[in-house]
């Protein structure tokens, strides 16, 4: 099973990144983002269900967009008027709709946006 992010960079705050993540391997039940700041613990971003349920993360779902291409195995994050505050790495995860229901985590992608 691999997931592999892409998209990630350096912008200027108020710019937009999209990041990419393609699954292979196996089939899951939840697909998402979560993001790692420096000193701080792993954050929920958003995800998204099987059927397209979908869950984001507290104050994220107001600039944070997720949507999924199944026929690509990818899921994205549109993420839009980006802030210092939004720094981090994000890791692609997803989780597999078999039991057992293992948890899979890609390499990280950096996020650095500058004020």
């Known amino acids: 099973v691999r997931l592999v992010e892409s998209g990630g960079g350096l912008v200027q705050a108020g710019e937009s990144l999209r990041l990419s993540c393609v699954a292979s391997g196996t089939d899951f039940n939840w697909w998402g983002w979560y993001r790692q700041a420096p000193g701080k613990e792993r954050e929920l971003v958003a995800k998204?269900?099987?059927?397209?349920?979908?869950n984001y993360g507290d104050s994220m779902k107001d600039r944070f967009t997720i949507s999924r291409d199944r026929a690509k195995n990818t899921v994205y994050l549109q993420m839009n008027s980006l802030k210092p505050e939004d720094t981090a790495v994000y890791y692609c995860?997803?989780?597999?709709?078999?039991?057992?229901?293992?948890?899979?985590w890609g390499q990280g992608t950096q996020v650095t946006v500058s004020s």
């Open positions: 995860w997803a989780r597999r709709a078999f039991t057992p229901q293992i948890e899979y």
């Open positions: 998204i269900g099987r059927v397209g349920a979908l």
